[in-house]
């Protein structure tokens, strides 16, 4: 299985940037695929996931700026994020093969350790 992310980059709080994970060797199934990410100094946490299903969970604090979205027939997972902000400042991760549920800790949502990840992409927000 690979993840390959693209898509980052720097733009202005207020901007938006679309990231794309490209998707090989894997079978889609109930499980969730996802974005996270890591900012520096700071651990990793989960960003949205969705499944094959298109059911989507989000953290709260990106609820109604970004958009999870996949599209199975070109096999990539899509993070559109809007109106950005500086603390949106982060790696961000694809990652594939995981249960997820709403109700986590800090306005996140529940889930088990991804079996597959991506090697990231930047994503810088400049206010």
């Known amino acids: 299985v690979q993840l390959v992310e693209t898509g980052g980059g720097s733009v202005q709080s207020g901007g938006s940037l679309r990231l794309s994970c490209a998707v090989s060797?894997?079978?889609?199934?109930?499980?969730?695929m996802g974005w996270f990410r890591q900012a520096p100094g700071k651990e990793r946490e989960e960003v949205a996931a969705i499944n094959s299903n298109g059911i989507t969970i989000y953290k709260d604090s990106v609820r109604g700026r970004f958009t999870i979205s996949q599209d199975h027939g070109k096999n990539t997972l899509y993070l559109q994020m809007n109106n950005l902000k500086p603390e949106d400042t982060a790696m961000y991760y694809c990652a594939a093969d995981f249960v997820a549920q709403v109700g986590g800790t800090s306005g996140g949502f529940y889930y088990t350790q991804p079996l597959y990840w991506g090697q990231g992409t930047q994503v810088n927000i400049t206010s």
């Open positions: 060797g894997f079978t889609y199934s109930n499980n969730y």
